[in-house]
Nanobody
Framework: QVQLVESGGGMVQAGDSLRLSCEASGGTFSNVVMAWFRQAPGKEREFVARITDNWNTGYADSVKGRFSIARDNPKNMTYLQMNSLKPEEAAVYYC???????????????????WGQGTQVTVSS
């Protein structure tokens, strides 16, 4: 069993920063794409950022320049640094993992096999 556990969520004010963490366990994570998604009430789960085993990163246009994703393989950790948070970005943030196959952008929830339980991020104006 592979488990992903997110942490670091909380309440911040608009313009503040927050760093989310995702700890993976129960498997090996070479050749694995790690990603962050978020889902606000009444909305579909949306892609935020992803990082490959070769540290290739990709971001949703809405967060580009403000968010950054990183991974620490020896610690099996994946991070999402979120800067200049906006109220509309309040959501449950999920960590996800997928085996890298190639030829896919890995921006869709259905492309990911493993998911964490989510961590709540609230942004007040």
């Amino acid at each position: 069993q592979v488990q992903l556990v997110e942490s670091g969520g909380g309440m911040v004010q608009a313009g503040d920063s927050l760093r989310l963490s995702c700890e993976a366990s129960g498997g090996t994570f070479s050749n694995v794409v790690m990603a962050w998604f978020r889902q606000a009430p009444g909305k579909e789960r949306e892609f935020v950022a992803r990082i490959t085993d070769n540290w290739n990163t990709g971001y949703a246009d809405s967060v580009k320049g403000r968010f950054s994703i990183a991974r620490d393989n020896p610690k099996n950790m994946t991070y999402l640094q979120m800067n200049s948070l906006k109220p509309e970005e309040a959501a449950v943030y999920y960590c996800a993992a997928a085996l890298r196959i190639g030829g896919m952008l890995y921006t869709l929830p259905r492309q990911y096999t493993y998911w964490g339980q989510g961590t709540q991020v609230t942004v007040s104006s």
